[in-house]
């Protein structure tokens, strides 16, 4: 079930009964489903927090190899606890301490920031230069942390590491030949920083006193809490949707292109609604040949429905050279924003909207030649 909250309306989609049993009874209540065939019949119950309006059920429309489509209205509302964000969580003069997100390693022990600031976007010498009537004084310059001090980007965090002893619990450092795309520098080298303990890349040593951090590989708790360890998608997927979420209301942008470190585009998102509700049957199983996550495959099926505010989006693989003439036309377009990530984190993104993908009725796959997924909060 994909509801609109605002709208509350909802698309009910009833898969078919694996043995074609017709006639098929539909019967609903509020908080109820029931189907009932000659042999057998099977009650859903809906989760809290939603109720259906029966009387308000029209357009019953039976498309082969999807089920029953219905449309009706309902009374819909998720409470779901997000996840912060990082310029939400954290704040100067408090300690934190930096884990790695694979598999909970410390990577920075107590840290208390001074000061913790937003990066400028990622054009700001342009405009500078758009709107200074004098030589542009932050030429050929980068902002880099002083001590104690924190910069927050939109896709990593800047932490200066002047006086950070390093331990058994801080990675080692090995050769990368990754881009630093921003902030805006000279093109040069940096050695990447890998976990000691699962060997996951987080990070990279700009500089010997400033390091970079991914926010998708790091969890950054208080002290003496007890971290809550994520699987490793729910993580990159809830963290992904928030920033798109994010970028929609404060700057109006719903395109994205989605590039590694390795310069390479890897995904063309488009944000087509953040306004979704979605109910669909935790641990269902999807018939044939698709790529299943690690944790999918581990989790029991259940007949237990789920809500959860989700965004719906359409995208476009990037990879092995395809689609190459519309990246090119999007990198020229001044309503599409990129967003760098580690280059293995673009492929775990494309996983999970390949799966979203599907998970659908083949009938919603597609639109207007993109492929459509749900990014689930």
Not at 190 to 209: I, M, N, W, Y
Request: glycine residues 4%; contains cysteine; aromatic residues 6%.
């Amino acid at each position: 079930m994909e509801i609109k909250k605002r709208a509350q309306t909802a698309l009910l989609i009833l898969g078919r009964p694996e043995s074609e049993s017709l006639p098929l009874d539909i019967s609903m209540t509020a908080a109820s489903l029931e189907m009932k065939t000659a042999e057998d019949s099977v009650r859903i119950g809906l989760p809290s927090g939603l109720r259906i309006i029966p009387s308000s059920c029209r357009g019953v429309q039976y498309i082969p190899g999807d089920g029953l489509h219905l449309r009706l209205q309902v009374q819909a509302y998720c409470s779901t606890k997000l996840l912060p964000t990082l310029k939400e969580s954290l704040k100067g003069e408090k300690s934190y301490v930096f884990h790695c997100q694979s598999c909970g390693a410390v990577i920075m022990k107590e840290r208390n920031f001074l000061r913790v600031l937003p990066l400028p976007s990622e054009n700001w010498n342009t405009l500078v230069e758009e709107w200074c009537c004098h030589a542009d004084p932050f030429a050929n310059k980068v902002l880099r942390p002083r001590d104690n001090d924190c910069f927050v980007g939109d896709t990593y965090i800047l932490v200066n590491c002047k006086n950070e002893a390093l331990s058994q619990e801080v990675p080692h450092i090995c050769s990368s030949n990754s881009k630093n795309h921003s902030p805006p520098q000279n093109s040069e080298e940096h050695a990447a920083v890998v976990c000691q303990r699962c060997k996951a890349t987080f990070g990279e040593r700009l500089s010997p006193d400033t390091m970079k951090y991914y926010i998708t590989e790091i969890m950054i708790q208080p002290p003496c809490k007890d971290i809550t360890m994520l699987p490793r998608s729910c993580y990159v997927e809830s963290v992904t949707a928030q920033l798109l979420a994010e970028f929609s209301s404060a700057r109006s942008t719903f395109r994205f292109i989605f590039e590694g470190h390795d310069g390479k585009v890897y995904l063309l998102l488009w944000l087509l609604n953040s306004d979704t509700l979605l109910v669909e049957t935790a641990g269902h199983v999807v018939s044939g040949n698709i790529f299943r996550l690690p944790e999918d495959r581990s989790r029991p099926n259940s007949s237990s429905l789920m809500l959860r505010n989700a965004l719906k989006v359409l995208f476009h693989a990037c990879t092995k050279n395809r689609n190459e003439e519309l990246v090119r036309a999007w990198r020229n377009d001044t309503g599409v924003h990129s967003l760098t990530f580690p280059s293995h984190t673009c492929l775990e993104l494309l996983l999970l909207l390949s799966s979203s993908n599907r998970s659908l009725p083949a009938s919603l796959r597609c639109m207007n030649a993109f492929q459509v997924a749900f990014l689930k909060m």
